[in-house]
């Protein structure tokens, strides 16, 4: 089982202005993967306080992934990607191409999206859209890869599928 973290960047939900659905589309996604949301969090969209949560899920908590949704737009309190790349150690590029690409068979506003996705020791770190649907077609075009790489992060499988 895969523990699991939920962050979700949203000032009025933090407020309580508005329900987190979007954290809710990721609490039935990772469930396919054998994941168990022990770690959830809604903040306002603040860089500094994203960063901090993001650290202690990942130093503190030891959790095998954190999924972030909200602030990868290009609005102005849109600062989830920085939050994040402040605290990765190796950067995986492919995981938003891969989401980007997908969506944007969708909708062209896909191309603005900023999200990244790494690492922070044996933690993978995925930025996802703040919106339910956006969160359910990005997730689910790379929900099937992230167990494997979990795996290869956690060295319970060589490069090529071979176990150790």
Do not use: Q
């Amino acid at each position: 089982m895969w523990r699991v973290g939920i962050l979700t960047a949203s000032t009025k939900g933090a407020r309580g202005e508005r329900e987190d659905d979007s954290g809710a589309v990721i609490r039935e996604l990772v469930a396919r993967i054998d994941g168990r949301v022990v770690c959830y969090e809604v903040l306002p969209d603040d860089l500094d306080r994203i960063r901090e949560t993001l650290i202690r899920f990942a130093d503190v908590e030891k959790l095998d992934l954190v999924l972030t949704t909200g602030g990868t737009g290009v609005g102005p309190y849109d600062v989830t990607p920085e939050a994040t790349r402040a605290v990765i150690e190796r950067e995986i590029p492919g995981i938003p191409e891969a989401m980007r690409i997908t969506t944007l068979e969708k909708t062209r506003f896909a191309m603005l999206s900023r999200a990244l996705a790494g690492t922070r020791g044996t933690t993978l770190i995925i930025n996802l859209p703040g919106s339910p649907k956006g969160v359910r077609e990005c997730l689910e075009a790379v929900i099937d890869v992230i167990p494997h790489a979990l795996e290869l992060m956690k060295g319970l499988t060589g490069d090529h599928g071979h176990a150790r």
